[in-house]
């Protein structure tokens, strides 16, 4: 499958060894610095950089290389153009999160990937996680029962050296804050376990130690859901001296579990009414994980070639990314209102935020 890559920053070394360990064809990189993708390359030892060809313009790399997907990994404020762009030309597309940075662009992703009949997933990898997979396993299966609550806590740590590594970073037009980069993969699978529909958020926001970045450092929010579930959501860059956890708690009429581990990568409590000796196995697991990234971009990668050769929809589509940021976007809309913020959203954009704090 003849694959190309948008973005060589910080996450993109992910994108190459999924790539490497799917075995596609890595046609081509663009990137805004050329050095960047030599530098990429290089890191990920690719066997073959001589093939792989170097552009800093996407749309000239999309005209002169047939391809079937591309992996968008720039700055989060371009995503949306760059997305639609390649399902205007036919790409299978997988987009680093957030997919947009506006309800509006969010949605357009959705209805022209429909319309184009192109695939599009968002990349929240942490859904693949062995824990997360058991987790889902079980609330399918109907082991929780009726849902009573649940919450994710986000409480990372993010120095004034992880902002200024990139210009773009904790500004309203290309980023967001801690909600929508470091917190949007937990509030992914915070939404998808408790039933997805939501009716109602209320959220507060705050710039406590970052003042050098013009979006929130830390947020909380409480969630309705319609199944009459409730939850809670904790996402912060502000924890001393280092990360901390990425934890997820799901409360059951009869069951109860907490993942926890830097990012939902281990089960941390386990307890169900039907436990069986294979439970027994379950408590305590821990997946090894070189980064807070985790081990899913590989998984991920399989799954959007897979939903390519069978048509069907990916694991983690295009709506999944649009449900993730907006949450964010209601959070931050709570915030800048002062009210409850009932779901659907609409629209709304994060630059509407821009002098908030």
Not at 177 to 203: F, K, P, S, T, V
Not at 332 to 357: D, H
Request: proline share 1%; aromatic share 8%; hydrophobic share 35%.
């Amino acid at each position: 499958m003849r694959y190309a890559l948008i973005g060589c920053g910080r996450i993109a070394l992910n994108h190459v060894k999924a790539v490497c360990n799917n075995h596609l064809e890595f046609v081509a990189a663009c990137d805004l610095e050329y050095t960047k993708i030599a530098k990429l390359l290089n890191k990920a030892e690719y066997s073959d950089p001589d093939s792989v060809k170097q552009y800093t313009d996407y749309k000239k790399m999309v005209e002169e290389n047939d391809l079937e997907l591309v992996a968008i990994a720039t700055e989060s404020g371009v995503h949306a153009e760059i997305a639609l762009y390649c399902i205007d030309h036919g790409i299978n597309c997988i987009i680093e999160k957030p997919i947009a940075m506006s309800m509006q662009d969010a949605d357009e992703i959705v209805r022209r990937s429909r319309e184009k009949g192109v695939k599009v997933s968002a990349c929240h990898q942490n859904r693949f996680n062995v824990a997360v997979q058991e987790m889902r396993r079980a609330l399918e299966s109907g082991r929780f029962g009726k849902l009573s609550h649940g919450s994710i806590h986000v409480r990372w740590n993010r120095n004034e050296g992880y902002y200024t590594q990139a210009q773009w970073r904790g500004k309203w037009s290309s980023d967001g804050g801690a909600l929508m980069n470091q917190c949007i993969h937990g509030i992914d699978l915070l939404r998808w376990m408790m039933g997805d529909e939501i009716e109602e958020i209320y959220g507060q926001t705050r710039q406590q130690f970052h003042n050098y970045l013009e979006a929130e450092d830390i947020g909380m929010a409480v969630v309705k859901f319609k199944n009459g579930a409730i939850a809670t959501i904790e996402g912060t860059t502000n924890v001393y001296p280092q990360n901390l956890e990425e934890t997820l708690y799901l409360f059951g009429e009869t069951g109860t579990v907490k993942l926890g581990g830097t990012s939902t990568n281990n089960i941390d409590v386990w307890q169900f009414a039907d436990e069986d000796e294979e439970d027994e196995r379950k408590k305590g697991l821990k997946e090894t994980t070189s980064n807070v990234y985790g081990n899913g971009h590989t998984r991920l990668y399989a799954d959007m070639v897979d939903a390519i050769r069978d048509d069907r929809l990916p694991y983690v589509d295009a709506v999944a990314g649009r449900n993730a940021l907006e949450v964010v976007l209601a959070i931050y809309k709570s915030q800048k209102e002062g009210k409850t913020v009932r779901l659907p959203l609409k629209q709304f954009k994060s630059v509407e935020m821009i002098g908030e704090f």
